[in-house]
């Protein structure tokens, strides 16, 4: 599992040799850091998928060629600057080109960093078997932040990290560069991730102490080549616990004075430090509120000692106070939208996917269209804190993508949320398991939230199609099983956890497993009950005029639709009204009939999982098929489990009898 799509292993003869008519010679500069890092990396994939090492040049052409380099590093490339301009800095092109009397393959860009995503991606096409005449790509992200998030602690510990401890070995930093690093930065340069921030969100102020910024600085050093820049987590109270000073108050000179000064300091050991994230008066995390200040006031205090050197600041939304609200998932919208326009130019404000938390289904968070004048990022999780940590298999592609799709309708149709976006961020699945991910099918979402960081557009489908080919084999018979039951996977742990829009059922705290009984302790929203609010009569919260009035939040369009008892989709019919057990589905079954069926489908669907899984014995390697094989095992009883648990709890409050067909829970 370690090589995770970069396997690069042997392809069929017929087809290595093919590909070898177009790939003999690499001729690419080799001058900087990232010339080198791409040069290396077409050769490691050329020698391990076409079993032979090509000839390697720097200038001259002996075809079949394939050519690397940007107008200002070759000049093969150098009369190409016109059609290559317009790509952006990080864009690319390939395609076939006449040049001395050869046909060769062009991999050009703007900047070294674009030629090396050009690699990857004509690496890509080899892997996944696909045609290389006629080829012509033009590529260039559509978002400008591609980002990482790591929850992870100076202590080695990983909030929601289901993947072993963190990759960071802070103790032997700066001066072990464990090989692994540039290994890591080789993954995420192949999705096109630009930045990462090393640390947890529940930042501790030392990571911006002098020791902590110098290993900082060697990751970045590693990561530099693979245009992967460094961010870390902000505590607000740094100038307090790191500076002596008796505040952190945004308005205070001295706390301005020490801002600016650590941000001086930062940028000397990173010239290219990407800024800050911050986590403020959240949870209770320090910020400005503590000192009568605004969001904005907090944000525009850091962003104001980055911006000469070029950094941002991205404050989140999450903010979930100490009060219990009427309804949690209104709190960040209405803390924020009165803000729009009160941040300096380097603020993004970072708002994760849905109003609750990373829930298996959500809406798309109302903040996203209500902000016009604020640059937005928004943050998914791919570790799956609510979706069964490692061991379940649930493909996330098709949640991100159907956050990136939702149609927020601010401006007449077609207002996408990938539309209305500056960066993407992606609390991250990583650690020091040798999977790096906890798990081989987790590799998956980090792929997949990769790609479609670069294209928001690109379908989830077509990411899953091309991951398993890259990383089990190209082989159709093994792709296309594998897609199916990948695209299942989301729907099936909606369904056994929280199907109908339900949300937030887990157990509490580590929330792995069942527990829509909780209820108690020391707040409200911290219990199951406060979110399904099932009674003998019906199940759901309320949002809509007559309750909480989260609906409010989203534009008129698309609050009419989940205000509507007939209109609100299916899916999230849970999340937006409360509905009587008898209330007529799609289906036609009434409600709670609907709602145990989807609980027994999702134990079914897996089951179809394994079976599929099964199917695949001898075409997938041993050693992997047995630990897919083992986890699924392990889902499907678990699925059943959240089954059982949540039929025989619903039932309790409903009173009503299984419906005709269905199992009492044991
Ligand atoms: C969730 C998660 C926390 C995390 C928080 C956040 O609530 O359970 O561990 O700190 O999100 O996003 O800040």
Redesign the pocket.
């Known amino acids: 599992g370690y090589a995770l799509w970069m396997r690069y292993a042997p392809l069929q003869p017929a087809l290595a040799a093919d590909y070898r008519t177009h790939l003999g010679e690499v001729v690419s500069p080799d001058q900087t850091p990232t010339q080198r890092a791409a040069r290396e990396e077409l050769v490691r994939g050329l020698s391990g998928l076409l079993g032979r090492a090509p000839r390697m040049n720097t200038a001259a052409i002996a075809a079949p060629a394939v050519v690397l380099g940007t107008p200002q590093s070759s000049v093969l490339i150098a009369p190409l600057r016109k059609e290559i301009e317009a790509l952006g800095d990080e864009g690319y092109l390939l395609r076939h080109a006449h040049i001395d009397g050869h046909t060769v393959l062009l991999v050009a860009a703007p900047q070294d960093i674009g030629v090396l995503y050009g690699v990857f991606h004509l690496l890509r096409l080899l892997q996944t078997g696909a045609s290389l005449d006629a080829l012509e790509v033009r590529e260039s992200p559509r978002l400008r932040l591609r980002l990482l998030n790591h ?1 992870d602690n100076l202590d080695g510990y990983v ?2 990290g289901y993947a072993g401890r963190s990759l960071w070995d802070w103790q032997t930093l700066p001066e072990w560069r464990d090989p692994r690093y540039t290994d890591y930065a080789r993954a995420n340069a192949s999705l096109g991730i630009n930045g990462t921030v090393l640390n ?3 930042a501790s102020a030392q990571s911006l102490a002098p020791d902590y910024l110098a290993k900082a600085a060697a990751l970045a050093d590693i990561f530099r080549p693979y245009g992967i820049r460094v961010y870390l987590s902000a505590r607000f109270s740094a100038p307090i616990e790191l500076g002596g000073l008796t505040t952190a108050d945004p308005l205070d000179p001295a706390v301005q004075r020490w801002w600016r000064d650590k941000a001086d300091e930062i940028y000397t050991r990173i010239p290219d430090f990407g800024g800050f994230l911050v ?1 403020a008066n ?2 209770g995390q320090p910020g400005p509120q503590d000192y009568g200040r605004s969001h904005a006031d907090g944000a525009n205090l850091l962003a104001a000692a980055l911006a000469p050197h070029g950094g941002v600041v991205m404050w ?1 939304a ?1 903010v ?1 106070a100490h009060d219990v609200p009427a309804d949690r998932a209104t709190q960040a919208y209405t803390e924020f939208v009165g803000l729009d326009g009160a941040f300096l130019p380097n603020v993004i404000v970072q708002v ?1 996917n849905g109003p609750i ?2 829930q298996p289904r959500e809406p798309f968070h109302p903040l996203f269209g209500a902000m016009p004048r604020t640059p937005l990022m928004m943050e998914v999780q791919i570790t799956k ?1 609510y979706l069964g940590f490692a061991t379940h298999l649930v493909y996330l592609g098709p949640l991100y993508e159907e956050a990136l799709q939702s149609d927020t309708r601010v401006r007449g149709e077609g207002a996408t949320v990938a539309q209305l976006l500056t960066g993407i961020a992606g ?1 991250a699945n990583i650690g020091n398991d040798r999977t790096w991910s906890g798990s081989h099918f987790d590799q998956a979402n980090w792929y997949a939230f990769g790609r479609l960081a670069w294209n928001p557009r690109h379908p989830s489908r077509d990411i899953a199609a091309d991951w398993a080919a890259m990383t089990f084999t190209p082989s159709p018979e093994v792709v296309q099983p594998i897609v199916e039951m990948m695209m299942d996977s989301r729907e099936a742990a909606v369904n056994y956890m929280t199907p109908l829009g339900l949300h937030h059922l887990m157990a509490r705290g580590h ?1 792995y497993g069942p527990g829509p009984w909780v209820d108690g302790g020391p707040r409200a929203d911290w219990t199951s009950v406060y979110y399904h609010r099932a009674d003998r009569h019906g199940i759901g919260f309320d949002r809509t005029a007559h309750g909480s009035n989260a609906v409010g939040q989203y534009s008129p369009e698309v609050a009419a639709e989940y205000e509507d008892l007939a209109r609100a989709p299916e899916p999230l019919l849970l999340w937006f009204h409360h509905v009587p057990w008898d209330h007529r589905m799609a289906s036609g079954r009434p409600l709670w009939d609907e709602l145990v069926g989807r609980y027994t489908q999702g134990v079914r669907q897996v089951q179809g999982m394994q079976a599929t899984w099964a199917g695949l014995q001898g075409r997938v390697d041993a050693q992997r098929h047995v630990q897919v094989a083992a986890f699924l095992s392990l889902q499907r009883r678990e699925a059943q489990w959240w089954r059982d648990a949540s039929v025989a709890y619903f039932q309790s409050v409903s009173g009503r009898p299984l419906p005709a067909g269905e199992t009492a829970p044991p």
């Open positions: 929850w909030e929601r947890n969100v529940n986590k959240s949870e989140r999450f979930y994760k938390d990373f804190e609390v929330h």
